[in-house]
């Protein structure tokens, strides 16, 4: 009866994927008032808006360089695109169940075509979104590690670039 948005945010991309499926599904069912409510108070709405911050603060990723720079948790990365569809599907998703959807691109298809944000926003989003989803798994495998960060050098951005198909490393 009683949550954070953050957790309601988390819940929106939660789905059964081990075990007992079916029970897994059921019990993301049971979540579903508490996730997408049909009312939201301005608290609430503030909250959501504040989630990106308290996550830059805690981590200290303010300000924006490419060298190191974390895709996900930094600025304009995975997790400021997801949290953007999420804050929005929140709002509004409680009134309306074409919202409730558990994938990013999805989710920011369904607001476009909603009129929440824009097709050019939602599509925007979306290919920003995919392509740090890929740089992120190049990176990984790169590293061979669960790594989120860019290189720190021309060295490594060469590397990444190569093991991307590109040829123009500053690209």
Excluded: C
């Excluded at 949550?3 to 939660?14: D, F, L, Q, S, V």
């Excluded at 993301?28 to 009312?39: G, I, Q, S």
Aim: aromatic share 6%.
């Amino acid at each position: 009866a009683e949550g954070r948005n953050w957790e309601r945010a988390a819940y929106i991309k939660a789905r059964a994927a081990a075990g007992d499926i079916a029970a897994g599904a059921r019990v993301l069912k049971t979540l579903t008032p508490f996730v997408w409510r049909k009312h939201l108070d301005f608290a609430a709405i503030r909250d959501t808006q504040d989630m990106r911050q308290r996550i830059r603060d805690h981590k200290g990723l303010h300000g924006m360089t490419l060298e190191g720079h974390n895709l996900k948790l930094g600025a304009g990365g995975i997790r400021e695109i997801e949290f953007f569809a999420q804050t929005r599907q929140l709002v509004a998703g409680g009134r309306d169940a074409d919202l409730r959807v558990n994938r990013t691109v999805d989710g920011l298809a369904a607001l476009a075509q909603k009129n929440w944000i824009t097709a050019e926003v939602a599509d925007s989003l979306s290919a920003h979104y995919l392509e740090h989803r890929e740089i992120e798994h190049r990176l990984q495998m790169m590293n061979d590690a669960q790594t989120h960060s860019l290189p720190k050098s021309p060295d490594g951005f060469a590397r990444l670039a190569a093991f991307m198909g590109m040829t123009d490393v500053a690209a």
